[in-house]
């Protein structure tokens, strides 16, 4: 079973820019496919951001797209999520997720088996 833990939120001003760190237990990371998702108050937990096994391919919500770039370092068990030009609407709780193995639908919630407890990303107007 998969542990993660997520690192790097914070307070910073719109056009600022953070990197989310999620570090992934077990020896088969390099197996898994990871996302990152988000929650709002008030809103619904919406996908962000995924890259996948074993293709590596990157998947991003269109309000995010040129702004955030996820990568991986199997070699950390380590995912980020470089987030640039940050707006106020991107406040909220970022959750690492990951899944064992492969999946036709890196955006769907339910396709991850493992969740982080989230890191607060806080931006100013």
């Known amino acids: 079973q998969a542990q993660l833990v997520e690192s790097g939120g914070g307070l910073v001003q719109a056009g600022g820019s953070l990197r989310l760190s999620c570090a992934a237990s077990g020896r088969s990371f390099s197996w898994y496919t990871m996302g990152w998702f988000r929650q709002a108050p008030g809103k619904e937990r919406e996908f962000v951001s995924a890259?996948?096994?074993?293709?590596?391919?990157?998947y991003y919500a269109e309000s995010v797209k040129g702004r955030f770039t996820i990568s991986r370092d199997n070699a950390k068990n380590t995912v980020y999520l470089q987030m640039n030009s940050l707006k106020p609407e991107d406040t909220a709780v970022y959750y690492c997720?990951?899944?064992?193995?492969?999946?036709?639908?890196?955006?769907?919630?339910?396709?991850?088996?493992?969740w982080g407890q989230g890191t607060q990303v806080t931006v100013s107007s």
């Open positions: 890259i996948t096994w074993p293709t590596s391919n990157t």
């Open positions: 997720a990951a899944r064992v193995g492969a999946t036709a639908q890196p955006m769907v919630r339910p396709e991850y088996q493992y």
